[in-house]
Structure formats: structure tokens, C-alpha cells
Nanobody, 123 residues
Framework: QVQLVESGGGLVQPGGSLRLSCAAS????????MGWFRQAPGKEREFVAG????????YYANFVKGRFTISRDNAKNTVYLQMNSLKAEDTAVYYC????????????????WGQGTQITVSS
């Protein structure tokens, strides 16, 4: 069992930046591919970014390329999402997930989820 807790959400103006953190329990964090997904009201959960077990490979949705960066620190059992140049359409609840398929963009390939953290981009 893996428990994930996201933090770092909040209200930010368009063009601003936030860094999300996802802290994992247990000593098996490095066994999992990690991903960030987001869900806006009335919409399905969608893939944002993923990262391999060692952190050597990263994957991004087209709509965040050049703006967001995913990283992980296995010694700290933590994955991060640096979000720059935020847009109003980035407003959503952001979720951290853990699973076995590092390049997957499908939420059902992730076995564990955090509770989510709200990102609101508005002036």
C-alpha cells in the first residue's frame, strides 16, 4: 500500500508559478512510476506529466510542454511538479499517482492516488 499526499496548491495569477509536491509513504517509492493528473469540474481526469522510476525519463501532455517540469527525489520519497506560465485553463484539482507503466497517459494504469490539491489561476 502506498499513500500519497499532495501539497503546494493555491490561487495564482495568470503567468505565475507554483510548485506542487507529492510525498509518498513507505520505502518502495522508487519502485513506482509517478504521474500528475488534473481534473476540472465536469471533466475527466487528464494526464499532465509522468516520470520513470529513476527519474531518467519524463513525459508531458502537449498542453504543458515548455511550461511544466516533473521531477522526483527518491531519497525524499517525493515527486514535484514545477508549474510556470500558468494559464486560466490550468485551473483544476491536481492529483499525484503511482503505478507500473511509466509512459502511460491513462489514469487506470495508476494504482494509488493522493487526495488532490486545488490550483486556481485567476486575476
Amino acid at each position: 500500500q502506498v499513500q500519497l499526499v499532495e501539497s503546494g496548491g493555491g490561487l495564482v495569477q495568470p503567468g505565475g508559478s507554483l510548485r506542487l509536491s507529492c510525498a509518498a509513504s513507505g520505502r518502495t517509492f522508487s519502485n513506482y512510476c509517478m504521474g500528475w493528473f488534473r481534473q476540472a469540474p465536469g471533466k475527466e481526469r487528464e494526464f499532465v506529466a509522468g516520470i520513470s522510476r529513476s527519474g531518467g525519463s519524463t513525459y508531458y501532455a502537449n498542453f504543458v510542454k515548455g511550461r511544466f517540469t516533473i521531477s522526483r527525489d527518491n531519497a525524499k520519497n517525493t515527486v514535484y511538479l514545477q508549474m510556470n506560465s500558468l494559464k486560466a485553463e490550468d485551473t483544476a484539482v491536481y492529483y499525484c499517482g503511482a503505478g507500473p507503466y511509466c509512459s502511460s497517459t491513462k489514469s487506470y494504469h495508476y494504482d494509488y492516488w493522493g487526495q488532490g490539491t486545488q490550483i486556481t489561476v485567476s486575476s
